[in-house]
């Protein structure tokens, strides 16, 4: 069974500053995708980035980019110019397979901006 | 596209009832999903479906039925409902070309006393 690990329950970071935050996960698939969700006060779940376990170059988006180091097991996200709109919930998500199974979810990290 | 849609958005019930949460999409998805999140918590995944007639059971199961007669709906029953169930559900849907993108309703908080 895979499981995910996000070791920072909590983490805080001044507006316009970069933080990253840490997720591990463990599988014996070599054919997977790995999600970073955020969850804002409104509850509602949005996909911030995606990464295929194949692909060697870290996916970016905008102010929002991957460190991807798949001998270690390590998946971690970084925020770049943070926005008090980047307040939330963030979780790491693992899918098996080439797409379309269910995703396994870390515990999530509590991210707070502060002006 | 109303996306996924997901009715009621809360609930209260007493210990011993039961009720279905509603699910549907609008996107001619093919699988879908029900998680659940408990406070503090990441989703742990109840069932899942991938087309009309077909489902399979995820990490928590127990105390839950689900129904897939079309492809838009995807309800899912609680039986004799229990504390141990008071969490917030998700229904997601996503689709065969998505690269793995699930796509979330905005979920139904449910409260069993």
């Known amino acids: 069974a895979q499981t995910v690990t996000q070791s920072q329950p909590e983490m805080s970071v001044q507006e316009a500053e970069t933080v990253t935050l840490s997720c591990t996960y463990d599988t014996s698939e070599s054919n997977y995708y790995l999600f970073w969700y955020k969850q804002p006060p409104s509850r509602q779940m949005i996909l911030v980035i995606r990464q295929e376990a194949y692909k060697q170059q870290n996916a970016t988006e905008n102010r929002f980019s991957v460190n991807f180091q798949k001998a270690a097991k390590s998946f971690s996200l970084k925020i770049s110019d943070s926005q008090l709109g980047d307040t939330a919930m963030y979780f790491c998500?693992?899918?098996?397979?080439?797409?379309?199974?269910?995703?396994?979810f870390g515990k999530g990290t509590r991210l707070s901006v502060i002006a | 596209n109303a996306g996924v849609t997901q009715t009621p958005k809360f609930r209260i019930l007493k210990i011993g009832q039961s009720m279905t949460l509603q699910c549907t999409q609008d996107?001619?998805?093919?699988?879908m999903y029900w998680y659940r999140q408990d406070p503090g918590m990441g989703l742990k995944l109840i069932y899942y479906s991938v087309g009309a007639g077909i489902t399979d059971k995820g990490e928590v199961p127990n105390g839950y039925n689900v129904s897939r007669s079309t492809t838009e709906d995807f309800p899912l029953r609680l039986e004799l409902a229990a504390p141990s169930q008071t969490s917030v559900y998700f229904c997601?849907?996503?689709?065969?070309?998505?690269?793995?993108?699930?796509?979330f309703g905005p979920g139904t908080r449910l409260t069993v006393t």
């Open positions: 997601a849907s996503s689709y065969l070309q998505g690269l793995g993108e699930q796509y």
């Open positions: 998500a693992f899918m098996r397979g080439s797409g379309n199974t269910p995703l396994v």
């Open positions: 996107m001619n998805h093919n699988y």
